[in-house]
């Protein structure tokens, strides 16, 4: 299976902007799905998640309220609404499928398709 994200780029603070992603896989629906992000210097964590259906969200602390995410089963993609933004969200954006582990949400695989960078300026 192979995700590529897109829709990132320069937006200043307070800004928006909508993350694509597109999955080649067949089995698309059968799957949580997510966002994780990775900042200069940092290690990768996890943004925003959704259930099959897409009735289940699943969010960071650092971006509820500001951040949404939902699902197109149809069309294979899932999307981040990212509005509010801040300096602080400036990274690589990753989409994945993931699963619960304990009190983690983890990619299972930990096969990382192609990221969007998404910087933001203050």
């Known amino acids: 299976v192979q995700l590529q994200a897109s829709g990132g780029g320069l937006v200043q603070a307070g800004g928006s902007l909508r993350l694509s992603c597109a999955d080649s896989?067949?089995?698309?629906?059968?799957?949580?799905m997510g966002w994780f992000r990775q900042a200069p210097g940092k290690e990768r964590e996890f943004v925003a998640g959704?259930?099959?259906?897409?009735?289940?969200?699943y969010y960071a602390d650092s971006v509820k309220g500001r951040f949404t995410i939902s699902r197109d089963n149809a069309k294979n993609t899932v999307y981040l609404q990212m509005n509010s933004l801040k300096p602080e969200d400036t990274g690589v954006y990753y989409c994945?499928?993931?699963?619960?582990?304990?009190?983690?949400?983890?990619?299972?695989?930990?096969?990382w398709g192609q990221g969007t960078l998404v910087t933001v300026s203050s």
């Open positions: 994945a499928r993931i699963q619960r582990d304990g009190s983690r949400w983890t990619n299972p695989s930990d096969a």
């Open positions: 896989g067949r089995t698309f629906s059968s799957y949580f």
């Open positions: 959704i259930s099959w259906s897409g009735g289940g969200t």
